[in-house]
């Protein structure tokens, strides 16, 4: 009996070393993955702020460039660090290091929309967001807002494609010279808030009350 016993030990014993073994190979190779794809996400990040500077100096005539293609690589990068943030958590360090990256590729890109709006006749309407995830009234407000923005971005660039909403997001955590003197251009103090074809709106808006300043 006794011996029977110290063979279920033993048993149970060599089994618990596996499964701590194949947890410990498995959350290496998992960290091993991560840090490779935050190198890779980070690497497209600055070849986007490469290639943005490269556009304005080969195109002679801005009005050449396709806004909407424009906006759709600034899209693509914001979900790609949106997929990280699920993944790791939005306080994660890594993940805000990416953000103030992203967060200068959005403001290039802006930049440049509003210079070919300017200067090439284009008729399409450009919100910036400003938001926090803190954990408190202002954060739930500003993740309502989202939703409000992503149907309007839907309704108006599926549905009404002469008349495209363009939509740039900047957190309030966020550190970099060039989000700080974006915040401070518009006053922005309160978040959530909105800048709708240059008119402010602060705190939570609704929907009717956004669509009130986009252009039909």
């Known amino acids: 009996m006794i011996k029977g016993g110290r063979n279920i030990f033993i048993i149970a014993l060599i ?17 091993g993955s991560m840090i490779k794809k935050f190198q890779t996400e980070e690497e497209k990040l600055f070849f986007s702020l ?12 801005v009005c050449e460039i396709k806004d909407y293609d424009l906006w759709k690589e600034k899209e693509e990068l914001g979900t790609m660090l949106t997929d990280l943030e699920q993944k790791l958590g939005k306080d994660n360090e890594e993940v805000l290091a990416k953000k103030e990256l992203y967060e200068i590729v959005e403001i290039k890109t802006l930049l440049l929309l ?35 923005l992503d149907t309007i971005v839907h309704e108006y660039n599926e549905e009404k494609d002469d008349k495209r909403v ?3 997001t900047f957190s309030m955590e966020t550190k970099n010279s060039a989000s700080l003197a974006l915040k401070t251009k518009y006053n922005i103090t ?18 009717d009350v956004i669509l009130d300043f986009i252009k039909e």
Do not use: W
């Open 114 to 148: 509003n210079k070919m709006k300017s200067e090439c006749n284009k008729d399409f309407n450009m919100i910036l967001f400003f938001y926090t995830n803190e954990k408190n009234v202002n954060g739930q407000q500003s993740e309502s807002e989202g939703h409000v």
């Open 50 to 61: 490469i290639a943005l500077d490269v556009k304005q100096e080969m195109v002679e005539n």
């Open 15 to 31: 089994i618990t070393i596996v499964l701590f073994s194949l947890g410990f190979l498995l959350g290496n190779y998992i960290a």
């Open 190 to 207: 309160e978040f959530p808030s909105l800048v709708v074809n240059e008119n402010l709106l602060i705190g939570f808006q609704q929907r």
């Open 166 to 168: 363009y939509i740039f």
